[in-house]
């Protein structure tokens, strides 16, 4: 059935400008690296998508590799972005990225100029865009010079490709260094796309600090510890999570009895703040005005609204936040 969306849709999110420029990122937003392979369910794939525009959600974050296999996530994006979204195209972020394993031989991974860009050119064609608003190196490559990938990201955006450009998992140093080289170039820097939740915080050493200084926004990846930070994993490992699942990056050994213990404890303080553990996580990263958007993964609709609930309360008293440093030390 033809999709109209949620007229309403902008009174259910707040935006937060994205560094020193001229984009706001809806506080919570949606990628699609699980979920929308073609092992997937497509009808769900495409409610997923559509609770999060009717919610105000406007940014969606793909990559060439998503699926499995790599590059479905996307054709199945582009699909439904047909069918459903085509003519929301102007209220919508779209992004993608390339910089790990993605065809066979020297020129289908890491950040050299070839790799950027036709990997972008390919990411296009299956998306059926002719631009994305955001591509970024997903990773830094320790043997291209970074002028050389840095000057790809800029001469993507000269021809129209994409309208800014991010890098993913740089280190801090690396950041500063690439946005001296864009800087200089000129090239549309908008933000950063790190690794970062209650129980993953090497950002604090330094790279937020970072971001600020140059200006930038950061967007950050895995804010559930891919689910570990919700009530999922409370009592055993549900069969349909990811962490049951062959070939995920969550693993049954992660799930440890001290992991499942912090949880617990976790879970008692969410409660009393009247919120789901995985809204006071995400509220939690929130906190954090140099966090620009908290990029969620959901593997069903109700598990989006409920990541949207915690926009509803975003602020901690000192109190619960050393309780909440507590249980992660202990
Ligand atoms: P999360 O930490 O949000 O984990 C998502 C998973 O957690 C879901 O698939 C679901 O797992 C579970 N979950 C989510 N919400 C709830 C809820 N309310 N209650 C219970 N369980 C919940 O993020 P991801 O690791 O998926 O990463 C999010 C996005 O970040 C990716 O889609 C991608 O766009 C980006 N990313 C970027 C990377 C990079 O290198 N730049 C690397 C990794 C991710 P289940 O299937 O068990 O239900």
């Known amino acids: 059935k033809a999709y109209t969306a949620n007229t309403e849709r902008y009174e259910k999110m707040e935006y937060r400008r994205c560094g020193r420029s001229g984009i706001k990122l809806p506080l919570i937003s949606l990628g699609l690296w699980h979920n929308f392979g073609d092992n997937d369910d497509y009808a769900n794939a495409r409610g997923i998508l559509r609770t999060a525009f009717d919610n105000g959600i406007t940014h969606f974050d793909l990559a060439n590799n998503y699926g499995p296999p790599y590059g479905s996530a996307e054709k199945n994006f582009g699909k439904i972005f047909k069918e459903d979204f085509a003519r929301y195209r102007d209220e919508l972020i779209i992004s993608t990225k390339a910089g790990w394993d993605m065809w066979p031989g020297p020129y289908g991974n890491f950040g050299s100029r070839k790799y950027l860009i036709a990997s972008l050119d390919q990411s296009l064609k299956r998306m059926g865009l002719d631009y994305v608003d955001i591509f970024y190196h997903h990773r830094p490559d320790p043997e291209t010079p970074l002028e050389e ?4 990201l800029d001469q993507i955006v000269r021809q129209g490709k994409a309208l800014y450009v991010g890098i993913s998992q740089y280190s801090a140093e690396d950041t500063a260094k690439a946005a001296e080289i864009l800087r200089n170039q000129g090239t549309p820097f908008l933000l950063h796309q790190p690794r970062y939740n209650m129980m993953d915080r090497w950002v604090e050493d330094g790279l937020l600090d970072t971001l600020q200084k140059v200006g930038l926004g950061s967007i950050v990846f895995s804010p559930l510890e891919q689910g570990i930070l919700s009530s999922k994993y409370l009592n055993g490992i549900p069969e349909d999570s990811r962490a049951a699942t062959e070939g995920s990056y969550l693993d049954k050994s992660q799930i440890t009895e001290k992991v499942v213990r912090q949880v617990q404890h976790l879970n008692e303080i969410a409660k009393s703040r009247g919120q789901s553990l995985a809204q006071m996580a995400i509220a939690w990263l929130l906190k954090d005005k140099r966090v620009s958007s908290v990029l969620v993964g959901v593997s069903r609709p109700a598990q989006l609204k409920d990541n949207i609930g915690a926009i509803q309360n975003l602020d901690f008293r000192q109190e619960e936040l050393d309780k909440i440093e507590g249980i992660l030390k202990s």
Do not use: F, L
């Open 149 to 152: 990938t840095m000057g790809a």
